[in-house]
């Protein structure tokens, strides 16, 4: 049986049955594009067990795989972002968010863009020390350095390894800007940092709030924080002076899309600084997945926002142009663009994003050891 006939096989199985993975985004395991060879689960694999976790997942627990990279810091080339540098302490996010356009990246650790990519994580404990030394290169042009890009610097891996937090101490230390987005609450615990880093005008924070609807998010992007906890912790940044711009990503034609005058109300009231929003765009395996996910959660629906997708798309899934690939064309995204300006004007009638500071960037003295 061909790895391709193998997965269909299971997957009609389990669609018989209504199946979900609970507690995943992605609802399929995805072969590697680059593996010749790749495991298909039996249905053995899916029978019930005292553990809901692994009993409704064949890969079972999330797990962890220290790597080590030579370097750190990402070049960015994209005109689509503001940013320059990105570093990414995680590869894979255990956030689950099916959309997500980084999946595809796990394909070059020989992993798979779905459930391995929430499952299998890539933990990079050496990421301080190799920002450390990045910074101390005589070479160094200060610039803002983007936490993430590829992951979610806050995902709970962060809970136990600490490495964003680690990250956050040499920014202040060197008096580097950095900018940070994320989907989790937990930036809350590193508010201590944020705050010093602020007084300096070092740091920006970047809260992704898809939906309110609690219901839709649990199964969008199913590890992330509330959409009531993200407000909660946009009010406490806020009120600790540290700037907020709340990203409404990715808008979703069909499920989420008439959210964005609501969310933006709500960004408002709780005190964020500005706000931002990008359509979705499913590329690589993020189609088949997404399209999966839709026949799982919402199969009444499936057509109409495949379709409405492909409208702003010019008839496919995934536009990769710059400078168009985020905000999409035709009648949906010209619909979501205006609905986004009139709510913004109403709610944000001026901009109050900060620039960041790269004028007082420090490496240490000629000659000082560097404890580390």
């Not at 399929?28 to 694999?45: A, G, L, M």
């Amino acid at each position: 049986m061909t790895k391709n006939l193998a997965i269909t096989k299971i997957l009609n199985n389990l669609a018989l049955l209504n199946f979900m993975i609970h507690g995943r985004g992605a609802q399929t395991i995805i072969p590697n594009s680059f593996e010749r060879f790749s495991y298909s689960p039996v249905w053995e694999d899916f029978e019930e067990t005292e553990n809901l976790e692994t009993s409704r997942n064949p890969l079972g627990k999330t797990t962890f795989q220290e790597v080590f990279p030579q370097t750190i810091l990402n070049k960015v080339e994209s005109p689509d972002v503001p940013f320059s540098w990105s570093l990414n302490p995680y590869q894979g996010c255990e956030h689950g968010c099916v959309y997500c356009y980084a999946r595809n990246s796990h394909e070059f650790w020989g992993l798979g863009a779905g459930l391995e990519f929430e499952s299998r994580i890539m933990v990079k404990k050496n990421a301080p020390e190799l920002l450390r030394h990045a910074l101390e290169k005589r070479s160094w042009t200060p610039h803002t350095i983007h936490l993430a890009g590829n992951t979610d610097v806050y995902q709970p891996a962060e809970r136990q390894f600490k490495i964003t937090r680690k990250l956050l101490e040499i920014f202040l230390e060197y008096k580097n800007p950095v900018s940070i987005i994320t989907k989790n609450s937990l930036i809350e615990r590193d508010l201590d940092i944020l705050k010093e880093l602020a007084k300096h005008k070092l740091v920006q924070v970047n809260l992704s709030l898809t939906t309110l609807d609690e219901s839709l998010k649990r199964v969008l992007e199913p590890r992330t924080s509330s959409g009531t906890n993200l407000l909660r912790t946009l009010r406490r940044l806020s009120n600790s002076n540290i700037p907020v711009n709340v990203m409404i990503a990715p808008v979703i034609p069909g499920l989420n899309d008439f959210e964005v005058p609501d969310i933006i109300r709500e960004a408002a009231l709780h005190g964020a600084w500005g706000v931002s929003q990008s359509v979705i765009r499913l590329n690589g395996h993020t189609g088949t997945l997404f399209s999966d996910w839709l026949e799982v959660h919402f199969p009444e629906r499936k057509e109409k926002v495949l379709s409405r997708i492909k409208q702003i798309h010019g008839g496919t899934l995934n536009d990769s142009r710059f400078g168009v690939r985020m905000k999409g064309e035709g009648k949906w995204a010209e619909m979501i663009a205006m609905q986004f300006r009139l709510a913004k004007r109403k709610y944000f009638p001026r901009e109050k994003m900060p620039s960041l500071d790269t004028s007082s960037f420090r490496r240490k003295p000629a000659g000082q050891l560097v404890l580390f």
